[in-house]
Protein backbone atom coordinates (compact mmCIF):
# COMPACT_ATOMS: atom_id res chain seq x y z
CA UNK A 1 0.00 0.00 0.00
CA UNK A 2 1.34 3.45 -0.71
CA UNK A 3 2.51 5.92 2.23
CA UNK A 4 -0.27 7.92 3.38
CA UNK A 5 0.94 11.45 1.51
CA UNK A 6 1.69 14.73 3.95
CA UNK A 7 -1.24 16.87 4.67
CA UNK A 8 0.72 19.47 6.17
CA UNK A 9 -0.27 22.89 4.81
CA UNK A 10 2.07 25.30 2.97
CA UNK A 11 3.83 28.17 5.13
CA UNK A 12 1.84 30.60 6.14
CA UNK A 13 3.64 33.33 3.75
CA UNK A 14 2.65 31.13 0.72
CA UNK A 15 -0.85 31.44 1.88
CA UNK A 16 -1.38 35.21 2.61
CA UNK A 17 0.52 35.58 -1.40
CA UNK A 18 -2.39 33.78 -2.38
CA UNK A 19 -5.02 35.85 -0.09
CA UNK A 20 -3.40 38.93 -1.39
CA UNK A 21 -3.66 38.62 -5.28
CA UNK A 22 -7.48 37.16 -4.73
CA UNK A 23 -8.44 40.07 -2.75
CA UNK A 24 -6.96 42.54 -4.88
CA UNK A 25 -8.62 41.49 -7.71
CA UNK A 26 -11.70 41.31 -6.01
CA UNK A 27 -12.13 44.79 -4.14
CA UNK A 28 -9.91 47.27 -6.07
CA UNK A 29 -10.67 49.94 -4.04
CA UNK A 30 -13.07 48.63 -2.12
CA UNK A 31 -16.00 46.85 -1.54
CA UNK A 32 -19.15 49.21 -2.70
CA UNK A 33 -22.02 46.73 -1.89
CA UNK A 34 -20.98 46.07 1.67
CA UNK A 35 -20.89 49.92 2.35
CA UNK A 36 -24.89 49.24 2.56
CA UNK A 37 -24.74 47.62 5.92
CA UNK A 38 -24.20 48.88 8.65
CA UNK A 39 -20.60 49.81 10.18
CA UNK A 40 -21.19 47.94 13.22
CA UNK A 41 -23.71 45.30 12.17
CA UNK A 42 -22.44 41.94 13.38
CA UNK A 43 -23.11 38.46 11.73
CA UNK A 44 -23.08 34.65 11.84
CA UNK A 45 -22.66 32.88 9.09
CA UNK A 46 -23.25 28.79 8.07
CA UNK A 47 -21.00 27.15 5.19
CA UNK A 48 -22.62 24.30 4.06
CA UNK A 49 -21.02 21.56 1.12
CA UNK A 50 -24.09 20.60 -1.58
CA UNK A 51 -21.64 17.57 -3.18
CA UNK A 52 -20.30 14.47 -1.73
CA UNK A 53 -16.55 15.69 -1.74
CA UNK A 54 -13.25 16.05 0.13
CA UNK A 55 -12.72 19.26 1.41
CA UNK A 56 -9.37 20.84 1.18
CA UNK A 57 -8.12 24.55 1.52
CA UNK A 58 -9.59 25.47 4.40
CA UNK A 59 -6.70 27.90 5.94
CA UNK A 60 -6.96 29.84 2.62
CA UNK A 61 -10.25 30.60 3.67
CA UNK A 62 -9.66 31.43 6.77
CA UNK A 63 -6.94 33.92 6.06
CA UNK A 64 -9.68 35.27 3.42
CA UNK A 65 -11.54 36.13 6.39
CA UNK A 66 -8.94 37.23 8.91
CA UNK A 67 -7.49 39.17 6.20
CA UNK A 68 -10.53 41.76 6.38
CA UNK A 69 -11.53 41.03 10.10
CA UNK A 70 -8.33 39.40 12.67
CA UNK A 71 -11.20 38.46 15.35
CA UNK A 72 -13.72 37.17 13.03
CA UNK A 73 -14.88 33.49 15.08
CA UNK A 74 -14.18 30.57 12.91
CA UNK A 75 -15.02 26.92 13.61
CA UNK A 76 -14.60 24.09 11.32
CA UNK A 77 -16.57 20.96 11.37
CA UNK A 78 -14.76 19.61 8.69
CA UNK A 79 -11.04 19.12 8.43
CA UNK A 80 -9.23 18.88 4.91
CA UNK A 81 -8.37 15.44 3.84
CA UNK A 82 -12.47 14.37 5.19
CA UNK A 83 -14.76 12.90 3.04
CA UNK A 84 -18.57 14.77 3.16
CA UNK A 85 -22.08 13.97 2.58
CA UNK A 86 -24.28 16.69 0.72
CA UNK A 87 -25.83 18.98 3.14
CA UNK A 88 -22.65 18.85 5.44
CA UNK A 89 -22.30 21.89 6.96
CA UNK A 90 -18.88 22.50 7.27
CA UNK A 91 -17.85 25.77 9.35
CA UNK A 92 -19.57 28.15 11.13
CA UNK A 93 -18.59 31.94 11.33
CA UNK A 94 -18.72 35.12 14.00
CA UNK A 95 -17.35 38.59 13.01
CA UNK A 96 -18.62 42.04 11.50
CA UNK A 97 -21.45 41.97 8.74
CA UNK A 98 -19.17 43.66 6.24
CA UNK A 99 -15.72 41.80 6.48
CA UNK A 100 -17.70 38.06 6.26
CA UNK A 101 -19.39 39.73 2.68
CA UNK A 102 -16.28 40.98 1.37
CA UNK A 103 -14.34 37.82 1.75
CA UNK A 104 -17.28 35.39 1.27
CA UNK A 105 -16.53 35.07 -2.40
CA UNK A 106 -12.73 34.97 -2.44
CA UNK A 107 -12.86 32.44 0.06
CA UNK A 108 -15.37 30.29 -1.24
CA UNK A 109 -13.45 30.17 -4.79
CA UNK A 110 -10.23 29.07 -2.72
CA UNK A 111 -12.31 26.18 -0.85
CA UNK A 112 -14.15 25.43 -3.94
CA UNK A 113 -11.43 24.88 -6.18
CA UNK A 114 -9.47 22.98 -3.72
CA UNK A 115 -12.04 20.44 -2.73
CA UNK A 116 -12.62 19.84 -5.90
CA UNK A 117 -8.89 18.65 -6.50
CA UNK A 118 -8.77 16.88 -3.39
CA UNK A 119 -12.42 15.71 -4.79
CA UNK A 120 -11.16 14.46 -8.29
CA UNK A 121 -7.93 12.55 -6.69
CA UNK A 122 -9.72 10.65 -4.34
CA UNK A 123 -11.40 9.43 -7.15
CA UNK A 124 -8.27 7.91 -8.58
CA UNK A 125 -6.94 6.88 -5.67
CA UNK A 126 -9.79 4.31 -5.06
CA UNK A 127 -9.58 3.43 -8.78
CA UNK A 128 -5.81 2.07 -8.17
CA UNK A 129 -6.67 0.27 -4.87
CA UNK A 130 -5.39 -2.99 -3.91
CA UNK A 131 -2.24 -2.01 -6.31
CA UNK A 132 1.11 -0.30 -5.24
CA UNK A 133 0.94 2.32 -7.61
CA UNK A 134 0.58 6.05 -6.53
CA UNK A 135 -0.72 8.51 -8.23
CA UNK A 136 0.83 11.75 -9.41
CA UNK A 137 -0.27 15.19 -10.08
CA UNK A 138 1.70 16.99 -13.07
CA UNK A 139 2.84 20.50 -13.72
CA UNK A 140 -0.53 21.18 -15.10
CA UNK A 141 -1.76 24.00 -12.55
CA UNK A 142 -3.69 26.80 -12.15
CA UNK A 143 -0.83 29.44 -13.08
CA UNK A 144 0.09 31.02 -9.31
CA UNK A 145 -1.72 27.97 -7.33
CA UNK A 146 0.35 25.20 -7.88
CA UNK A 147 1.49 25.05 -4.11
CA UNK A 148 -2.62 24.90 -3.13
CA UNK A 149 -3.16 23.08 -5.81
CA UNK A 150 -0.27 19.82 -4.92
CA UNK A 151 -1.52 20.00 -1.14
CA UNK A 152 -5.32 19.21 -2.29
CA UNK A 153 -3.78 16.24 -4.38
CA UNK A 154 -2.32 15.38 -0.98
CA UNK A 155 -5.60 15.52 0.85
CA UNK A 156 -6.99 13.16 -2.00
CA UNK A 157 -4.71 10.71 -1.15
CA UNK A 158 -2.76 11.62 -4.06
CA UNK A 159 1.11 12.20 -4.13
CA UNK A 160 2.95 15.43 -5.87
CA UNK A 161 5.38 14.70 -9.17
CA UNK A 162 8.10 17.83 -9.02
CA UNK A 163 6.60 20.97 -8.14
CA UNK A 164 8.42 22.64 -11.16
CA UNK A 165 11.50 22.44 -13.25
CA UNK A 166 13.88 23.07 -10.32
CA UNK A 167 13.70 20.02 -8.04
CA UNK A 168 14.00 17.01 -10.31
CA UNK A 169 14.99 16.33 -13.85
CA UNK A 170 12.21 14.83 -16.69
CA UNK A 171 13.39 14.05 -19.84
CA UNK A 172 11.25 14.78 -22.61
CA UNK A 173 11.68 14.38 -26.25
CA UNK A 174 12.49 17.88 -27.17
CA UNK A 175 15.68 17.52 -25.18
CA UNK A 176 16.92 14.18 -26.06
CA UNK A 177 16.48 15.84 -30.18
CA UNK A 178 18.58 18.49 -28.54
CA UNK A 179 21.14 16.33 -26.83
CA UNK A 180 21.91 13.85 -29.61
CA UNK A 181 20.98 10.67 -28.09
CA UNK A 182 19.54 10.10 -24.87
CA UNK A 183 22.84 8.76 -23.64
CA UNK A 184 23.91 12.38 -23.83
CA UNK A 185 20.94 13.75 -22.45
CA UNK A 186 21.31 11.19 -19.55
CA UNK A 187 25.05 12.14 -19.27
CA UNK A 188 24.49 16.30 -19.07
CA UNK A 189 21.81 16.54 -16.63
CA UNK A 190 24.23 13.90 -14.25
CA UNK A 191 27.00 16.45 -14.59
CA UNK A 192 24.91 19.79 -14.40
CA UNK A 193 22.79 18.33 -11.36
CA UNK A 194 24.31 15.21 -9.63
CA UNK A 195 21.77 15.24 -6.80
CA UNK A 196 18.23 15.59 -8.25
CA UNK A 197 16.07 12.77 -9.23
CA UNK A 198 16.73 12.20 -12.83
CA UNK A 199 13.43 10.59 -14.67
CA UNK A 200 13.18 10.09 -18.50
CA UNK A 201 10.15 9.89 -21.19
CA UNK A 202 10.27 7.26 -23.48
CA UNK A 203 7.88 6.23 -26.40
CA UNK A 204 8.42 2.90 -26.71
CA UNK A 205 9.96 -0.15 -26.07
CA UNK A 206 13.30 0.68 -27.73
CA UNK A 207 14.02 4.15 -26.11
CA UNK A 208 12.82 2.02 -22.92
CA UNK A 209 15.69 -0.15 -23.35
CA UNK A 210 18.40 2.90 -24.08
CA UNK A 211 16.96 4.55 -20.90
CA UNK A 212 17.86 1.18 -18.66
CA UNK A 213 21.13 1.50 -20.22
CA UNK A 214 21.87 5.03 -19.43
CA UNK A 215 21.05 4.35 -15.59
CA UNK A 216 18.08 7.20 -14.78
CA UNK A 217 16.27 7.11 -11.57
CA UNK A 218 12.57 6.50 -13.14
CA UNK A 219 11.00 5.91 -16.49
CA UNK A 220 8.11 7.69 -17.79
CA UNK A 221 6.39 5.37 -20.34
CA UNK A 222 4.16 7.88 -22.39
CA UNK A 223 1.59 7.00 -24.06
CA UNK A 224 1.99 3.44 -23.84
CA UNK A 225 -0.64 0.15 -24.98
CA UNK A 226 -1.62 -2.19 -22.14
CA UNK A 227 0.77 -4.89 -23.95
CA UNK A 228 3.53 -2.67 -24.01
CA UNK A 229 3.25 -1.27 -20.30
CA UNK A 230 2.92 -5.18 -19.56
CA UNK A 231 6.56 -5.98 -21.55
CA UNK A 232 8.10 -2.96 -19.69
CA UNK A 233 7.70 -3.95 -16.23
CA UNK A 234 8.55 -7.46 -17.50
CA UNK A 235 11.91 -5.89 -18.99
CA UNK A 236 12.46 -3.63 -16.12
CA UNK A 237 12.26 -6.70 -13.09
CA UNK A 238 12.08 -3.91 -10.73
CA UNK A 239 15.72 -2.44 -10.82
CA UNK A 240 13.90 1.08 -12.11
CA UNK A 241 11.07 3.06 -11.04
CA UNK A 242 8.18 3.14 -13.91
CA UNK A 243 5.60 5.80 -14.51
CA UNK A 244 2.68 5.79 -16.56
CA UNK A 245 1.78 8.65 -17.99
CA UNK A 246 -0.91 9.68 -21.66
CA UNK A 247 -4.59 8.25 -21.99
CA UNK A 248 -5.28 7.76 -18.24
CA UNK A 249 -8.55 8.42 -17.28
CA UNK A 250 -10.77 7.00 -14.46
CA UNK A 251 -11.78 3.90 -16.74
CA UNK A 252 -8.27 3.06 -17.48
CA UNK A 253 -6.15 3.61 -14.57
CA UNK A 254 -7.32 0.68 -13.23
CA UNK A 255 -5.73 -1.74 -15.45
CA UNK A 256 -2.75 0.53 -15.89
CA UNK A 257 -1.91 0.23 -12.22
CA UNK A 258 -2.80 -3.76 -11.90
CA UNK A 259 0.33 -4.38 -14.57
CA UNK A 260 2.94 -3.32 -11.54
CA UNK A 261 3.92 0.00 -12.29
CA UNK A 262 5.00 2.11 -9.49
CA UNK A 263 3.37 5.79 -10.36
CA UNK A 264 0.56 7.13 -12.67
CA UNK A 265 0.45 10.54 -13.36
CA UNK A 266 -2.74 12.42 -13.94
CA UNK A 267 -2.71 16.21 -15.36
CA UNK A 268 -6.47 15.80 -15.27
CA UNK A 269 -6.11 16.15 -10.96
CA UNK A 270 -5.58 20.06 -11.64
CA UNK A 271 -6.92 20.76 -14.81
CA UNK A 272 -10.05 19.15 -15.21
CA UNK A 273 -11.69 19.99 -11.84
CA UNK A 274 -15.31 20.49 -11.24
CA UNK A 275 -15.62 22.85 -8.41
CA UNK A 276 -17.54 22.22 -5.64
CA UNK A 277 -20.92 23.39 -4.67
CA UNK A 278 -20.86 25.51 -1.34
CA UNK A 279 -23.34 27.77 0.22
CA UNK A 280 -22.31 30.73 2.86
CA UNK A 281 -25.45 31.93 4.68
CA UNK A 282 -25.30 34.97 6.54
CA UNK A 283 -27.77 36.15 9.49
CA UNK A 284 -27.48 39.31 11.51
CA UNK A 285 -27.16 39.37 15.13
Known amino acids: MSPVPSLTAP ?7 DIERALAEDLGEGDATADLLPADARAHAELTCRDAAVIAGTAWFDACFRRMDPAVQIAWLAQDGDHVLPGTVICRL ?10 ERSALNFLQLLSATATLTARYVAAVA ?3 ARVLDTRKTIPGLRVAQKYAVRCGGGHNHRMGLFDAILIKENHIIAAGSIAAAVTAARQAHASLLLEIEVENLDELEQALGAGVDRIMLDNFSLADIHEAVRRTAGNVALEVS ?5 NTIGEFARTGVDFVSVGALT ?3 HAVDLSLRLQLV
Open 130 to 132: GTH
Open 246 to 250: GNVDL
Open 271 to 273: KHV
Open 11 to 17: AADQIAL
Open 94 to 103: SGHARSLVTA
